[in-house]
DNA sequence: GTTAATTTGTCAAGCGATTGCCAAAATGTG
DNA sequence: CACATTTTGGCAATCGCTTGACAAATTAAC
């Protein structure tokens, strides 16, 4: 056995274990367009990342080669060195949720036409799990977008100094965070209110870990006042139908003729819970519902509700997270990054939940 | 100088390393925990990974040097000499579709419950950026789940051909699909219709690249003709709410008493058309969905519709998926990854959008 | 025609894991 | 106590790509 004999048989055993297993013709590499094109791998490395960095003739050479193999890059590979990975994290609370799902379109489309690619994961509204799943896709990604996180202050900045981090719908400082400004849509929503002659209305409040549901009590509260509306708190509650179909009961003990739900999910669950009861909406009880989610105009009556630019904000969370990476290495965009040039604002959709206030 | 010594002089040398940007204190590796347990980095990788290959005390030592140092693998580096990157990507047609998402959930639960990451990415219901999509996540995953594909036949065993994927509403030789049962939910349907009097009713097609939408069409045809019902074809049409509302005034000229819809979305679409219009349903029209999506049951009057597994179909194309992966490697779990254990029917959900045919 | 400046492409060292092969250490056997 | 086994751990190559440094080739300048 020659020592050539040798090589070629080291080189047989070091194939990736019969990789041709039961389907996968090989990727090409550029190695394979190297030797197509009679150049070496950086050279094709350069064709292929910086144009006009090597001759144009043997530029076209290898992508020609490369167009023939169906040369795909192996982000993978490309990570390793790079650290970049051209890859967006999005944790979700529940992807249940249609909020949500709005939410990720937004992002999703977004990332896509920056030529990234959108991980996303679910922590069922536990905190233990989110901080976990965060800590899975935290290698793999880029950048990390929080949707209604539930973990603490402090984990979340644990993340934020790991990786670029933006999380919507949760104020903390020194943190990214989108928001959208409530007041428009919770002013016009208690005018529209007090308009109908109704003084006494409650807050059918979310989970207690959702710094959003606090927030929009808080403006609520502090709107009311100013207008001289009696606010009631009942809650907290789970945020979804069945959140909102328990609550009835207490909604109607509280003898409120008006109710502003935490979100849209509860209050159409307190809804169909009222019609289910004989309880008139809006003959005897205003509902009105928080972000507009899809099939908030189904319902009977149709919902009124203070819309949220939802998708507009997982675009917007994207452009962020883009920015922060971008500064990181290019040093480029001067960090002005947080000048919003959207504005992130709510309105009251009226429809028709809501209604003169019963006596 | 004791070797005690030397392992915490290491353990000090090994901290933050100022390759801190903006922001990232630097991930550990295993060269990080060999270094601190004084041992090599492929032991290290060992005691991760082969519990049980070595000495069960310097394992431990490896144990608490990785949680002191807060070592995450990098799944990007393993993906590398593995080849499994532990992602699958999910390519949809249209997330903002609710049945996608409802699959979605399905899919992202299971896929985390097996330690498995998901992507995804839309095509937006064009089969060229289907194909360009698939080809883009195709290197950074094991597999692939397209739902609803728009692409060709060819496209998609191409792709089958190089990556584990598996196809929802869709059949193809050869290929993993996962179908619901059309049979039992649509002779129900049809059977309910016929009960309540109609004798000619019509399909709301979906888009012509859509396999779904023709499997639908197909399979009512079928029924209605062994039921001695006449069927018109209404479209195609697009599979949105708009898409359904388009479609009324031909509705109303085909003079049918009976509409079952391509989808839920445009179900609902027709049914609020039919409402502006003061076209009473059920009393002239009655209409039937397909999918039961979120927000069916919400809309007055409730949408009838021919139920489908939607999430329990992407739980299920990520199992088979796996198993296909698992076969790959393992050889272990013998080819019959097919045998369903889970049955994918379908069945009609009476609510109040079908009541007796007007003559 | 010689030297200086510029282009173009190759070398080789990583990035963070995994793994076959082998040597040293520990254990068992007669 | 010498020798055969089994454990345990390290070496080094590899996955596919990027990139700083440098040499060869080409072009420009004098």
Redesign the interface.
């Known amino acids: 056995m020659t020592s050539e004999d040798a090589a070629t048989q080291a080189d047989v055993l070091a194939q ?2 019969s ?1 041709a ?5 090989q ?1 090409a590499t550029i190695y394979d367009i190297a030797k197509l094109a009679g150049v070496s791998p950086s050279t094709v490395s350069r064709a292929l990342n910086k144009p006009g960095r090597i001759n144009i003739k043997t530029e076209e050479r290898i992508h020609a080669a490369a167009k023939q193999l169906k040369y ?6 490309r ?2 060195p790079t650290g970049r ?1 051209n ?1 967006l994290g999005m944790l979700l609370a529940d ?2 949720n ?1 909020v949500f ?1 709005t939410v ?2 937004g992002a ?2 977004e990332a ?1 036409e920056r030529g990234f ?6 922590s069922q509204e536990s905190g233990q799990r989110e901080v976990l ?1 965060a ?6 990604v880029d950048g990390i977008i929080l949707v209604g996180a539930r973990m603490s202050d402090e984990e979340i900045k644990d993340f ?5 981090l933006v999380v919507i719908n949760r104020f903390l400082p020194d943190v990214e965070t989108i928001i959208p400004d409530l007041d428009p849509g919770i002013d016009q929503a208690l005018a529209h209110l007090a308009d109908l002659g109704h003084t006494s209305i409650a807050f059918l409040a979310g989970p207690t870990n959702s710094w959003m549901s606090g927030a929009r009590s808080e403006a609520l509260r502090k709107h009311s006042e100013r207008r001289g509306l009696t606010l009631t708190e009942i809650g907290p509650g789970v945020p979804t139908l069945d959140g909102g179909r328990a609550a009835f009961p207490r909604v109607v003990a509280s003898g409120v003729t008006a109710v502003v739900a935490y979100n849209d999910l509860m209050a ?1 669950g307190l809804l169909r819970a009222a019609q289910e009861a004989d309880y008139l909406v809006p003959g005897r009880l205003s509902i009105v519902g928080f972000d507009d989610i ?2 908030s105009d ?3 009556p149709p919902l009124t509700t203070v819309r949220t630019p939802l998708a507009l904000m997982g675009e917007l969370a994207v452009r962020r997270i883009l920015a ?1 990476v971008g ?3 290019d040093g480029d965009s001067p960090s002005g990054a947080s000048s919003d040039l959207v504005n992130l604002t709510t309105e009251l959709i009226i429809r028709r939940s809501s209604g003169r206030a019963a006596r």
Do not use: C, D, H, W
């Open positions: 990736p274990q990789r297993g039961r389907n996968g013709r990727a795909r890059l192996n982000p993978m590979a990570a390793l990975t890859t992807i249940t249609p799902s990720v379109r999703q489309r896509a690619t959108l991980i996303i994961a679910e799943s800590g899975n896709v935290l290698p793999s934020a100094e790991q990786k670029p159409i899809f099939g189904f319902t009977s922060m500064s990181r290495s």
